[in-house]
């Protein structure tokens, strides 16, 4: 497989963090109108220099859409010398406001209770997920958590960086805290398997999978179908990177298309080898990762993960879109949990509407 190698520097989230903050402090990301002339007098294609991405998880299936978009080049092509991907876990709100990162793949609890509660300048501008992962996964043979008021009197594990998604599913449902044995977990599914725990915080295309490819039947609590249907795998930017930065994040975002076009379009087989490759690098460079990735359980991630991207309305309206419905799904949602915004406070989709009405043709993603 040819790999781009200037285009997929892997550093760790440390390193990335130090370059991404010389880059803030330094000037180098281009601003959105950053067009070269040459010596004609003709307008040359804009240079928007490097910039650095937060992803949410683990270098798995989830950004498979980003593997495509550097192995393809569409990050080359839209004008950037070098696009950082972050290795997660992580929400990418202290980072996006600390100007560390410039974009943020996050969620909308987790970006709406950073605006709600600390009126933190941040926008939504594009949504891979129509429809939220999050699940509380319990064994059908234990636990077994069907409804949100079966959560009550059972331990639950909750991730550090998903203990506001998970309040704001208790808050949605009107349980009380207090209620549920709440404990610190990891990633790892292993603290469920072994009893230690009735429920565990999840990702439908993730670790309900991994259980399940272990053996052991599971119930899912799913967030969308339980009071929380908002949008997640977010591109999250602060209000004056959008403001000063229209041009690059527009050029960002076709790329991003591009690239999870391919992730509809190409084989299965060879999306689960580019996934594996990108993970592996991802490993070697001293990311956080948990073994050898299952190329059968890759490949039903992006099966699972597929039917939360491709929706009725993104097929009309194309990949990444968060039509009118949705924004007040997602505003009710978050209200739900406590946090009263409007659309305008949350959302901003000027850059994503645009880019669909200048290029129609990107909207047909499907094969």
Known sequence: MAHNHKQRTRIGVVAAALAASAL???GCAASSDDTASSSDGEAEAASYGEISVQYSWIKNEEFAGEFYAYENGYYDEAGFENVVGV???DTGVAKLLSGSVQVALSDAASVGA?????DAPLKIIGATFQKNPFTILSLTEGGNIMTPDDLIGKTIGVQDSNSSVFAALLAANDIDPADVNIVPVDFDPTPLINGEVDGFMAYL?????TVEFAGFPVTNLAYAENGLPYV???????DDYLAE?????KAFLIAEIKGWTDTFNEPLDDTVSL?????NESAAAGDLTFGDLDPEKVAAGLEAQALLISTDETEANGLFTISDDLQAQTLASLLASGWELSADQLFDTTIIDEIYAENPDLMDYLP
């Open 232 to 238: 997640a795998e977010t591109y999250s930017v602060t």
């Open 275 to 279: 996934v594996v490759d990108y993970y």
């Open 87 to 89: 290795a997660g876990p």
């Open 114 to 118: 950073a605006v709600a509660e600390q």
């Open 24 to 26: 803030v402090l330094g």
């Open 245 to 249: 930065n229209a041009d690059l994040l």
């Open 205 to 209: 295309t993730n670790e309900a999978i």
